[in-house]
Structure formats: structure tokens, C-alpha cells
């Protein structure tokens, strides 16, 4: 019973270079989402999608860029990481029938 | 724009207290409101979801009531235990949009 897996959960990287975060649902969950979660700052939505090959930008969606080319993946990816870009990213799909909303366990990204 | 509020954003309680974590939000057009669990370094788990139509949900010792026309919910805990220390945070989905907005969390430290 996976539910939603993220992948990687720890990664360090230089600033300037790029990368991929990977979600995966086994739900069959329409909508996913990734979030980051700052001290101070709460969870903010970066892009989500409402089903296969739809994204739309939410809250702080500037230097990300998302894939949602089958329905059980959503992809994050960071062209050009910032130190600004250090965070957790967790993903999250959501059952539409009732609402709720189910959470990966989260990808730490230190950028230095 | 819909905003959530949390208060108080910490609590530390003795063993075997009951207690209310409180959520407010500013647009009384939602969907629904969930709330979550969250464990250091871990993902978001779902305590109880609350559809709008809804007054209250029970899981255990976990009680959620919803007041949709003054933007309030509550959390009550029966009998805390050193377990249940974590962070909680509600979210609600807005009726006319697919997005959560999350409050900032209610740390919540039960010493034995």
C-alpha cells in the first residue's frame, strides 16, 4: 500500500544545476500537487495539476517547472537551482470524491 | 484570497490534559477542512476531514467540529498523551478552485 512516494528524499546540490524531483500516486488520483514547507512560512503551493498532462501555477510557482505526462506522476524540476530553492517538497494527490488530500513523505533539497 | 489562521501556534500541556487546537479562515465558501498531523522530518498525515456540509467528524479521542458561517473549526483532544505531541495543521479546499490553503500549524508538546 504505497500510496504517494517521492523521489529522492535527501539531495544536495551547487547552485546553478539542475534536477528532477519524482512523485508517484497508486491511487489513481487526478489532482497532485507539490508544496514546500519553510520555517515561518507554512506550505505554499508551488504547481498542481488536474489530471494527465494538465499543470497550472499556484502560489511561488518562479523557477520550477512541472510534467504531468501520466496520470500516476508529477514531476518537479529545477533548471537552474538558488539557494532560495532549500526547502522540503512534499507532493500530494487528492481523492476527488471526497477532498482529501494525502501526502508523500517529503524530499529535503539544500542548495548551496 | 482565502487565509487560515492557527492559534495558538504552540502548546505544551501535561499528560492526560484535554485540549482544543483552534483554525480560522477568512472565506466561508469552502469545500471542506481537513486536519493533519505532522511528525519532524515526516509527511502530512490526515486526521479528519470535515465536508462543508458537516457540523463535526470523530476518529478516537480526536473530535472536529466545523462552523462554516463565523470561518472556525476546532480540534479537540481527549486525554493527551506524549504521542500525540506534533504539529497540527488544518487546510481547507475552496469551492471554486482545486487548491488547499493551509494554516501555519499548532505545535503541540504533551510532557508525561
Known amino acids: 500500500n504505497a500510496g504517494v512516494t517521492q523521489t529522492p528524499k535527501f539531495r544536495v546540490l551547487k547552485t546553478g544545476q539542475s534536477m528532477t524531483l519524482l512523485c508517484a500516486q497508486d491511487m489513481n488520483h487526478e489532482y497532485m500537487y507539490w508544496y514546500r514547507q519553510d520555517p515561518g512560512m507554512g506550505l505554499r503551493l508551488i504547481h498542481y495539476?488536474?489530471?494527465?498532462?494538465?499543470?497550472a501555477k499556484g502560489e511561488v510557482p518562479d523557477g520550477y517547472n512541472v510534467s504531468r505526462l501520466k496520470k500516476q506522476n508529477f514531476l518537479l524540476g529545477l533548471e537552474s537551482a538558488a539557494p532560495s530553492q532549500t526547502s522540503v517538497y512534499f507532493c500530494a494527490s487528492c481523492d476527488t470524491n471526497t477532498g482529501e488530500l494525502f501526502f508523500g513523505e517529503g524530499s529535503r533539497l539544500t542548495v548551496l | 484570497k482565502q487565509e487560515v489562521t492557527q492559534i495558538p501556534a504552540a502548546l505544551s500541556v501535561p499528560e492526560g490534559e484535554n485540549l482544543v487546537l483552534n483554525c480560522s479562515f477568512t472565506d466561508s465558501a469552502i469545500y471542506n477542512l481537513q486536519w493533519f498531523r505532522q511528525d519532524p522530518g515526516k509527511g502530512l498525515t490526515s486526521l479528519l476531514l470535515i465536508q462543508s456540509s458537516q457540523r463535526e467528524q470523530t476518529s478516537g479521542r480526536l473530535n472536529a467540529s466545523l462552523d462554516k458561517s463565523s470561518g472556525r473549526s476546532t480540534l479537540y483532544i481527549a486525554a493527551s498523551q506524549p504521542g500525540d505531541s506534533a504539529t497540527y495543521l488544518c487546510?481547507?479546499?475552496?469551492?471554486?478552485?482545486?487548491?488547499?490553503?493551509f494554516g501555519k500549524g499548532t505545535l503541540l508538546t504533551v510532557n508525561p
Open positions: 495539476s488536474v489530471g494527465e498532462g494538465t499543470t
Open positions: 487546510a481547507v479546499w475552496g469551492g471554486s478552485n482545486y487548491k488547499l490553503t
